[in-house]
């Protein structure tokens, strides 16, 4: 993991009080489409135009600062100077304890600046012909580019509270999303799942806060010296023990790792993932694939020195260590599934579940630009190819079954071309596309790791599968006949253009991140990037490359054998059903996950309310009861004392009292005689209280 | 104190005297045959750039009169001084611009320029460190706000209301000079500094039931002031009528320079001797057998301060269940309100804490307040009365104005993220930390149960602007200035309650670090 930080030395820190432009006008870019949400909120329901327009345009504007600040962070890269700029500013004050909020430009934030709001950008240009027919069009361009706000404001944060707040509004607009056609049960089922799936993360994330600013007394990331991912508040939280061998900067890491494994769908809350794809097309290829999943990602790149404290020289942390075999589990696990899904989006889902297993696997290993690079590049490939399945469910008549599907490779040819890039990239096709480069530098990261060579067998086999059931939905789509109802047709260009554009990017941003040129790296890690040939040369990479390039071509290769040129009728068993049925039958359940959390966790949820409300009913409810009776029996005692003891005259006092309007209503006669008296009757009251008082 | 130093302190006072000089030639001279409306702009634009010029006179006050403890120090300037009368000449600003399109005199020249002298004595009062200076400071702005309430001379009400007023505000006066001339008598100097020295003195000690009776007397004179139970009887007749302006004006000017004068008192109470004795007693052994308790100033005055916050909390808050007008629901809050700022004063730090935190809530409760009588204002001049039915279907008469009194309401009753929450809180938390446990803990839950009291009345008056159905659907028109104003009495609800640390930085900048 450690091969190439020693290359060249760091560069020199910025001076902490040289705030530029750019960072100081950072919050415009979460801002405006915040805004523009809100605006587009007010407009009444017909305006489609103008909503798009609204929607498109700010985060144009929110590209074009974010592409300012990436300028302003690369010269400070080439002029050998460490970029880090915040702003803070206190929130709440009480007493001497006070909660700061700030926003943080460096190089992490600038390149996921530039991702978030690009990718974004197309994705709004695809949306606006993907949901043209669609009643609600102001609506849905109102969530997107709350989303968007959001988002952005996840990636600018300088303060994990307000991190948490944004992540929590990425959350809620991704409830709204997932459910935008919420007349569909499954969709309004499929947003519920995720909003409470990954409420079980933000709880533990949530804690983890809370832990962090009783230990440290701030949220601020980064704060001169005083930041809580600073080595002075670092230090003093791995002094801290929290039990079980753990420091509290382990625990506290596990904890927001917690977090990001819900957003994320790392194992095991990855269940709201797939279940999402009922959503639009747009919103799976945004939120699900290249953003807001990817918000655990960046969050644990953000907070990787406290990930990583207490780590010695190649060593590593128990909270990365966690990370690690979490990742690659996920990864291998969700392409198992992926293996055995017939609906198109399913299977991309379940691809984006093991490429976020790859990218948590790289930040355990291999530190923030490996797993960062992952994020990026797929990111690309990914909302390529589910605007791709987006541009077939829309030519094949919102039809998603793979199996009625065929041959589009003729009725969509630059579907298909554009779709092959997509998923060779995905596919880790060796040299050409990036995806190869990034999931190189995850494999290579995992075989110099130090713990254990667990994972990297695991992200090999891995690979073998993605590379196999990319095949086999390819094959599926686009070969073989036609085996759909109506004729299929090729998408207008304004879905088409988009795709074009994310494809040539799937192919070049490879690049960035080639052994010999790591320039992504480096940007990330302030090092100097210099162009060298010779770093193939380094012992073990070659043969690596070549492993790679063996597995990816052996998936291919084994999937075209399977099922290149055939075309099975829908009702058919699959290939691989009839040859192993009982594995088949497991893995296209989805390994029966969702129905192990149904007899376990649901159930004893289920069985819980049941209790709590026979508590309710019966306990709770007969001890107010007996209260009550108790009260009623005491009131009839009252009562009766009352009608037999007390006389008539005082009686017809309290009678005359209450037509007075009580006790207030006699003080406050309106005659100012009554109110002197009074006022001369406290003053007694008042100083006799105090001389009694003063007595011994 | 020389007379130079006298003049600077008192440039703002100056400023506003002849702000209402000029407003009462130029109303009662040039425009005298000019319309109505003309005139009320007129008026209120000059006594709007009144407060604007002694707001630009405060710097020149010069500084360095903070806690000197001599014996010649008649006026403070900077630290609480100046946050309540930079409050006070912004609120009066505010209720100038709420006469708008008022029609319930003709003399607005006398009107404003009265308004101008009472703020004048807010000035005053808030920096005053003299007992003869806050009796004058007192009387003027009391002498104001009599002439202000009886100001709708058509109205039998009005003149009602401030019959009893001047009558119940008299006595008290008379209370407060008795009490101060007993002061005087026990300490022999009528400098607020030079008084708490002197309770350590001989003198105090033997006279100690007579220093009882006169800091009695001056509770009774200053919670007239600010309506704490029990002296607050005049509030709900006075503010039921009252012109709308003049009963704004009352329930925030006069309130944030009455609070401004007792943190002066219970300042110079805490600050004697550094702060060491303040909260000392003293076991005065006379002979062999009998001891007696001495509780000196700060001691006693906190026991009076403690006593009244329990009855206005309770009183101010049950009474006003029971109120159908709206203004007699808001003279309650008021009490209520007054009461809890009054916890705060019985148990002050030494440290600014206390002060930042109650200028904290009676700024922002002022300029809720304010905000509250305009949209009560409206509502009366619309339906002729100001009853809770008034108030049906308020949104769909005029949304904008229902938005204002939902946002003012819900943060009176103290509901985050707006500003009534963060005064609340501030206020508990300064509580607490003085007497964290006992009596202090105690009366904080009290408060905050009280509170929650206080949103049923509340939310009674939104239910009706929002839920209820409507008996009468023909819409309100509002003065576009009145509107400015009120919707930017609700924006500053909203924006500093969402960013409090906004107003309790700029309070904390009045004050040297200690």
């Known amino acids: 993991m450690l091969m190439q930080e020693e290359v060249t030395a760091a560069f020199h820190p910025q001076n902490q009080c040289l705030v530029g432009f750019a960072a100081r006008s950072l919050w415009l870019i979460p801002a405006v489409p915040i805004v523009a949400s809100g605006v587009i909120a007010l407009l009444r329901q017909p305006r489609r135009a103008l909503a798009a327009g609204l929607a498109i345009g700010s985060l144009s504007v929110s590209l074009f600062f974010s592409l300012m600040a990436f300028a302003h962070v690369l010269a400070g890269w080439m002029n050998s100077v460490a970029v880090r700029e915040t702003v803070n500013f206190t929130w709440i004050q ?160 596990l904890l927001i790792f917690a977090g990001a494994a819900g957003k994320s769908g790392q194992l095991p809350l990855h269940v709201w993932l797939p279940d999402a794809m009922e959503g639009p097309t747009p919103v799976s290829a945004l939120i699900h694939a290249a953003t807001m999943v990817a918000a655990g990602v960046y969050l644990i790149a953000r907070v990787y020195p406290l990930m990583q404290a207490g780590a010695l020289a190649g060593g590593t942390t128990t909270a990365l260590t966690v990370v690690t075999w979490v990742g690659a589990s996920t990864a291998v696990f969700a392409a198992l599934i992926a293996v055995a899904q017939n609906d198109i989006k399913r299977i991309l889902a379940y691809s984006t579940v093991s490429q976020l297993g790859y990218m948590m696997a790289g930040l355990g290993m291999g530190g923030v630009a490996v797993g960062m690079f992952h994020l990026i590049t797929h990111a690309f490939f990914k909302a390529l190819l589910f605007m791709g399945a987006g541009s077939v469910i829309h030519g094949c008549h919102e039809e998603q079954d793979v199996r009625h599907m065929g041959a589009l490779r003729k009725a969509m040819p630059l579907t298909f071309l554009t779709y092959a890039v997509g998923m060779l990239a995905l596919c880790g096709f060796p040299l050409l596309f990036s995806g190869f ?106 043969p690596l490359m070549g492993t790679s390039t063996l597995v990816v071509f052996l998936g291919l290769g084994l999937g075209w054998w399977i099922y290149g040129g ?131 | ?71 010649e120090l008649l006026l403070a300037s900077g630290g609480s001084s100046a946050v309540a009368q930079i409050g006070i000449l912004l609120l009066t600003a505010l209720t100038l611009l709420l006469l708008a399109d008022s029609t319930f005199t003709r003399h607005v020249g006398e009107y404003v320029a009265v308004v101008l002298m009472a703020a004048a004595g807010g000035l005053l009062i808030s920096a005053a460190q003299d007992l003869l200076v806050i009796f004058i400071g007192l009387e003027l702005l009391s002498l104001g706000l009599y002439i202000l309430t009886a100001f709708a001379k058509k109205s039998g009400r009005s003149a009602e209301a401030a019959m009893k007023y001047y009558l119940f505000g008299g006595m008290s006066a008379a209370f407060l000079l008795f009490g101060f001339s007993y002061l005087y008598g026990i300490a022999g100097s009528t400098n607020l500094h030079q008084i708490m020295l002197a309770m350590y003195e001989w003198n105090a000690f033997r006279a100690a039931p007579l220093l009882y009776v006169s800091l009695v007397m001056i509770a009774a004179g200053l919670g007239f002031k600010v309506a704490a139970v029990p002296f607050h009887l005049w509030a709900p007749d006075t503010y039921e009528g009252a012109p709308a302006p003049a009963a704004a004006f009352i329930a925030s000017v006069s309130k944030v320079a009455s609070f401004a004068l007792l943190i002066s008192i219970s300042t110079a109470a805490m600050h004697v001797f550094g702060g060491l004795n303040a909260m000392v007693t003293f076991e005065v052994h006379s002979g062999a057998v009998a001891t007696q308790n001495y509780l000196g100033f700060a001691v006693s005055w906190s026991m009076i301060l403690a006593v009244l916050p329990v009855a206005s909390m309770v009183l101010g808050n ?33 440290t600014p804490r206390s002060a930042e935190a109650i200028l ?155």
Request: hydrophobic letters at 55%.
């Open chain 1, 94 to 253: 009480v007493g001497s304890a006070h909660v700061d909020l700030g926003w943080v430009l460096d190089p992490l934030s600038a390149v996921m600046l530039v991702m978030v709001s690009f990718v974004g950008l197309l994705i709004f240009i695809y949306s606006v012909g993907y949901m043209a027919h669609d009643v609600n069009f102001t609506r849905f361009f109102c969530f997107l580019s709350l989303f968007a706000g959001a988002m952005l404001g996840v990636v600018i944060s300088n303060s994990l509270l307000l991190l948490f707040m944004c992540w929590e509004l990425v959350g809620l607009t991704s409830y709204l999303l997932i459910g935008f056609w919420y007349h569909k049960p499954p969709a309004a089922a499929a947003a519920k799942k995720a909003f409470m799936t990954t409420r079980v993360g933000d709880v533990f994330f949530l804690l983890g806060m809370v832990w962090l600013f009783a230990q440290t007394g701030t949220l601020l990331f980064y704060n001169g010296g005083a930041g809580s991912m600073e080595p002075l508040k670092l230090g003093a939280l791995l002094a801290s023990p929290a039990g079980l061998g753990l420091s509290a900067a382990g625990a506290i890491g």
């Open chain 2, 318 to 350: 049950l009474a006003a269940l029971a109120q159908v007008s709206v203004r007699r629901l808001l003279a309650y809050s008021a009490i209520a309100h007054a009461g809890y700022m009054l916890l705060g004063l019985a148990y002050f730090s030494y």
């Open chain 2, 360 to 514: 904290y809530y009676v700024l922002t409760y002022g300029l809720t307040t304010v905000g509250a009588f305009g949209v009560v204002g409206v509502v009366e001049r619309a339906t002729g009365s100001d009853r809770l039915d008034a108030f049906l279907g308020l949104h769909k008469r005029n949304p904008l104005l229902a938005v204002v009194l939902l946002v003012l309401f819900l943060s009176l009753a103290g509901i985050p993220p707006l500003v009534g929450f963060w005064a609340k809180f501030n206020l508990f938390a300064a509580v607490l930390q003085v007497y964290p446990t006992g009596a202090g803990l105690g009366l904080v839950v009290l408060a905050v149960g009280m509170s929650a009291v206080s949103l049923y009345y509340y939310l009674q008056v939104l239910k009706r602007a929002y839920v209820m159905s409507a008996v009468d659907d023909t819409p309100i028109a509002v003065h576009p200035v009145t509107l400015a104003v009120l919707l930017l009495v609700a924006t500053g609800a909203v924006l500093l309650g969402c960013f409090p640390a906004l107003l309790q930085g700029w309070i904390a900048g009045f004050y040297p670090g200690l």
């Open chain 2, 1 to 71: 104190m020389n007379f130079a130093d006298l003049f600077r302190a008192t440039l703002p006072e100056t400023a506003l005297e002849i702000a209402a000089l000029v407003v009462l030639v130029v109303d009662l001279g040039f425009l005298r045959k000019a319309a109505l409306n003309l005139r009320v702009a007129v008026a209120a634009l000059l006594g709007v750039a009144g407060c604007a010029a002694a707001l630009w006179m405060l710097p020149f006050q010069g500084l360095g009169f903070v806690y000197s403890g001599t014996g």
């Open chain 1, 437 to 542: 480069w990034s999931k190189d530098g995850i494999l290579e990261a995992a075989q110099h790791w130090s713990v254990a060579k667990g994972p990297f067998y695991m992200l090999v086999f891995g690979a073998l599968l993605t590379a196999f059931y990319m095949t086999r939905q390819v094959a599926y789509v686009f070969f073989g006949e036609w085996r759909g109802h109506k004729t299929a047709h090729e998408s207008p260009a304004v879905m088409t253009m988009p795709l074009a554009i994310l494809a040539f990017f799937a192919v070049a941003l490879g690049a960035i991140g080639t052994p010999a040129w790591p320039w992504f790296k480096a940007f990330l890690s302030d090092h100097a990037a210099g162009f060298e040939m010779a770093r193939f040369g380094e012992p073990g990479l070659l």
């Open chain 1, 566 to 696: 055939k075309s099975p009728a829908a009702e058919e068993p699959d290939a691989l059903e009839r040859a192993i049925p009982l594995a088949w039958g497991w893995l296209h359940n989805k390994l029966y996950v969702d129905e192990l959390y149904g007899a376990t966790v649901i159930a004893f949820y289920g069985w819980w309310a049941k209790v709590a409300d026979w508590l309710d009913r019966c306990v709770w409810g007969g001890v107010v009861t007996s209260v009550a009776w108790l009260f009623r029996g005491w009131a009839q005692l009252n009562r009766l004392i009352d009608i037999h003891w007390v006389d008539g005259g005082f009686d017809k006092g309290c009678e005359e009292l209450a037509s007075g309007g009580g006790l207030l209503a006699r003080v406050q006669t309106g005659r100012v005689q009554t109110y002197l008296r009074l006022l001369a009757l406290a003053v007694v009251v008042l100083a006799a209280i105090l001389i009694w008082s003063g007595r011994g």
